[in-house]
């Protein structure tokens, strides 16, 4: 039972332009929301998160979106550097029930930025 | 430099022994956890600390234990009765349940 869907593999996208990366949850129950960013090899870096009470924070280069209705959220790159190509990693948490205190990861998107 | 640190970086294994992956933080973290990457999944939660001597079963607990009985520390054994150990196994920490967490570097684990 995958709560947290990270339906597009992969991503390719031109150096300067928008990437986006998308997330499905299913859980009523989530009420944060968080982006990691990882490395082959390396431990996953925290990028930025959004608490279910807004629908939009904004991190320098890095804005998520949250669509409560359609349990939906994306991650916008802008402008993408061939630095951002990693894998990202969307997950959720729960102020209660069987995933307080707990993250659910997607599968994770593979960004690749071509210069 | 505060942090996770995670040792070894690479770890190799016989079947059938129990092997303990190391994790320390001094963030002065409440919380801690351990992931399991394998190739192409995301990250799945073995188990999880709140608080010093508590620790609860996340979704992936068979075949593997763990102990808390220091604030700094949270190791983790892969049993022999862990079917699959090889993977990437992953650490971290962060100030109570409902904060973003801070990832260790990872131990990859080859079971021969």
């Known amino acids: 039972d995958q709560q947290v869907k990270q339906n597009s593999p992969s991503l390719s996208v031109q150096e300067g332009r928008i990437s986006i990366l998308n997330c499905d949850y299913t859980n009523s129950m989530f009420d944060y929301f968080l982006w990691y960013k990882k490395y082959p090899a390396e431990g996953p870096t925290f990028l930025i998160s959004i608490s279910s009470i807004k629908d939009k924070n904004e991190d320098g280069r890095f804005t998520v979106f949250l669509n409560k209705s359609a349990k939906h959220l994306s991650l916008h790159i802008v402008p993408s550097q061939p630095g951002d190509s990693a894998v990202y990693f969307c997950a959720a948490s729960a102020n209660g029930g069987t995933s307080y205190g707990k993250l659910t990861f997607g599968q994770g998107t593979i960004l690749t930025v071509h210069p | 430099d505060g942090g996770i640190t995670q040792s070894p970086k690479y770890l190799f294994r016989k079947e059938g022994q129990n092997v303990t992956l190391s994790c320390e933080q001094n963030l002065n973290h409440d919380a801690m956890y351990w992931y399991r990457q394998d190739p192409g999944q995301g990250l799945r939660l073995i188990y999880y600390?709140?608080?010093?001597?508590?620790?609860q079963k996340g979704d992936i607990a068979e075949g593997y234990s763990v102990s808390r009985e220091k604030k700094e520390s949270f190791p983790l054994t892969v049993t022999s009765a862990q079917k699959n150990p090889t993977a990437f196994y992953l650490c971290a920490s962060s100030k109570g349940p409902l904060n973003e967490q801070f990832f260790g570097p990872g131990t990859r684990l080859t079971v021969l």
């Open positions: 600390s709140q608080i010093v001597n508590d620790f």
